[in-house]
């Protein structure tokens, strides 16, 4: 092989050395780099899920705690002081890893409470009225103006997982996780509800089922032998969101057709997993 031929022989490009490429241009606004990096995904520089992520972390950096936290109504908390017998079944039915330990009222947060420093406790019948005290980890406290990005960031550098968020009052607004931040980036991260396997519907222990919103109501019917009708909607989900009169939130609950029906997962647009319970 000549020389020559050698030469015109050019190693393929880095996905780095593409994408520095394409911001040739110098691109002075946000959108502007959107707008090349979706140039760029169209040519095939750049993978559709890369721009996805992308996309995401520069979301976050516009986005406010207060639009993604969990409000204060559906925090799932303990109670200082109270019987184990008053707070455990709630943790159990949650199935959540930590939870805002409160005082005498919702606001006076006294600390976050791990399920899995609880566990061994109970295990060993250790478990007392008071016990608890000795197994809280320091609250983070936030406001509900600040910049997702920036709590990322904390989150990372306190190895912490949950902040309280208060608003201008410091009274409590609601709660916000990593997972709630995380999701903003890479899209929906699977809870500890969400079953991987095919099936739409899962059989649980004492009668309950787990169902994924997007089942057609024909597959509903066929596994239940119910008769919710399908003219007007074709997933259990929209037929859901109807008797609630709007897009439920976790923890929202509802009956119809014979099923008592709570939200396992929810983002605010759309329902993604109910539980269901016969009766």
């Known amino acids: 092989m000549s020389d020559d031929s050698s030469s015109s022989i050019q190693p393929s490009k880095s996905w780095l050395e593409r994408i520095s490429q394409v911001f040739t241009d110098q691109p002075e606004t946000l959108q502007d780099i959107m707008d090349i990096l979706r140039s760029a995904e169209t040519r095939n520089v750049l993978e559709v899920d890369a721009l996805s992520i992308i996309e995401g972390a520069m979301q976050v950096t516009q986005m406010q705690v207060r639009e993604v936290m969990i409000p204060r109504a559906q925090m799932i908390t303990v109670k ?45 019948g250790e478990l007392k009225k008071g016990t608890i005290s000795d197994l809280l980890r320091p609250a983070s ?13 904390e989150f990372k550098q306190n190895r912490n997982h949950m902040a309280i968020v208060v608003d201008e009052y410091g009274g409590i607004s609601g709660l916000v996780t990593i997972e709630d931040v995380l999701e903003q980036i890479v899209g929906e991260i699977e ?89």
């Open 141 to 153: 406290i936030i406001p509900e103006s600040k910049r997702l990005n920036e709590l990322l960031k």
């Open 80 to 124: 200082d002081n109270v019987d184990p017998s008053d707070y455990l079944s709630s943790i159990i039915e949650s199935a959540h890893s930590r939870f805002p330990v409160i005082g005498e009222t919702t606001d006076e947060i006294v600390g976050i409470l791990l399920a899995k420093d609880l566990l061994p406790l109970a295990l060993k």
């Open 191 to 279: 809870d500890e509800h969400d079953f991987e396997d095919e099936a739409m519907i899962k059989a649980l222990p004492e009668g309950e089922f787990n169902v994924k919103a997007f089942t057609t109501i024909e597959e509903f019917n066929d596994y239940f032998e119910s008769q919710i009708p399908d003219s007007e909607f074709d997933t259990i989900g929209g037929y859901a969101i109807k008797h609630f009169g709007r897009v439920p939130e976790r923890g929202d609950s509802t009956q119809f057709d014979g099923f008592h029906v709570t939200v396992l997962n929810s983002d605010g647009r759309t329902v993604r997993l109910l539980k269901m319970i016969r009766g």
